[in-house]
């Protein structure tokens, strides 16, 4: 299976959220019968993110887009989980602070960039700028409308210095929505997850429908493609962000760097090393 062809949105081509199933689960009967390939994935990526941070020399960055409940925290515990810490981070975007106001939107985004051998999970992002402030008309039209341009040339340019860009949309349906914000309100332990803005901004559920199908077909590209990734099943929105992630890093051919030092010489000194603790 080629979850990138399948969740891809083809450059050129007008996303349409209402004609993708957000509870597609492939062939999957459920939950139990995806375990052993999650399990599988789960050891691949690990070694995968290993071969990236020994390389040094290419980085990943996923960006995670959703409506409210959409799932990004489950699934950035999910895909980091496998992963060296020492080589990953997660950056999260929230309404920028007045530094951040005052420079151009990207300014913050450039600075989060992953280094090379990083993977880097943008927890939202730039797009916020054509997504929450074009709902709430924060800038005017003329200015969001310029922004697919521009984050297009940056990704351009991310994608030029080896970064490998991958971009999930978590596609909730509205009535899942709100069922995941109910069980909120059942567990006591997510009380903290619960604010008012969560319903305030349910209102603009068709605005902001819009404003992600606009986003996604101005700004997938082949060096920066976006994913639509059906996201009412918990299990499977995971299983297919794992696969196009390991699809991706397979793609991205990592080369363990050749060691810098005569590893036979190595082995001689660590065999004197030996006698001398036996003798
Ligand atoms: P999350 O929902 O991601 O767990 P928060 O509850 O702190 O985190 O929400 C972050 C808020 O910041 C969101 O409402 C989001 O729309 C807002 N935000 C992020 N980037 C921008 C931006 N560039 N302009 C305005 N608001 C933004």
Redesign the pocket.
Known sequence: MDYRKIFEVKPGKKVDLNKIDPDFTDDFAGKKDAAELVEKNSALLKQLQYELYAENRQSLLIILQAM?AGG??GTINHVLAPMNPQGCRVQ?????SSEEASHD?LWRVHRAAPKNGEVVIF??S?Y??V???RV?D?VPKTVWRQRYDYINDFERMLAGHNTRIVKFFLHISKEEQLKRFEERLDQKDKHW?I?A?DYK?RQFWDDYQKAFEDALTNCTTEFAPWYVIPANQKWFRNLAVSQILIETLQDMKMKMPEPTVDIDEIRKLAAAEWKKIKK
């Open positions: 409210d990004k925290d999260n975007f929230k309404v920028p939107f927890n939202r730039h916020e700028d997504l929450v402030v709430h924060l997850k604010s803005a901004e």
